[in-house]
């Protein structure tokens, strides 16, 4: 059974930073794309960043330049390095990762979130 695993949330001031990862345990295929979202209260699930197999990088206006995303394919791990934070990207933060089974059927899987919260 496939699970996705998030650490490395916490509170911050403003301006500060925080490193997030992003583990898949029990996959026997291939992690395609990983991804962050982010949830804050009462509001819809953004997109943050997303980082391809090929190791391409994709993000959100809002964080390009602040975030970086990255990924240990061997250890079908991502990261997201979150820097120079704002009160607005208090959020909890959901990986998602998707498999790919034999490259005929893709699954994806969410995990639980990790809390951030960017306050003085």
């Known amino acids: 059974q496939v699970q996705v695993v998030e650490s490395g949330g916490g509170d911050v001031q403003p301006g500060g930073s925080l490193n997030l990862s992003c583990v898949v345990f029990g996959s026997s295929f291939t992690i395609s794309s990983m991804s962050w979202y982010r949830q804050a209260p009462g509001k819809q699930r953004d997109f943050v960043a997303r980082?391809?197999?090929?190791?391409?990088?994709h993000y959100a206006d809002s964080v390009k330049g602040r975030f970086t995303i990255s990924r240990d394919g061997a250890k079908n791990t991502a990261y997201l390095q979150m820097n120079d934070l704002k009160p607005e990207d208090t959020a909890v933060y959901l990986c998602?990762?998707?498999?790919?089974?034999?490259?005929?059927?893709?699954?994806?899987?969410w995990g639980q979130g990790t809390q951030v919260t960017v306050s003085s």
């Open positions: 998602h990762a998707v498999e790919w089974v034999l490259a005929i059927n893709s699954y994806n899987y």
């Open positions: 980082i391809d197999s090929g190791d391409s990088t």
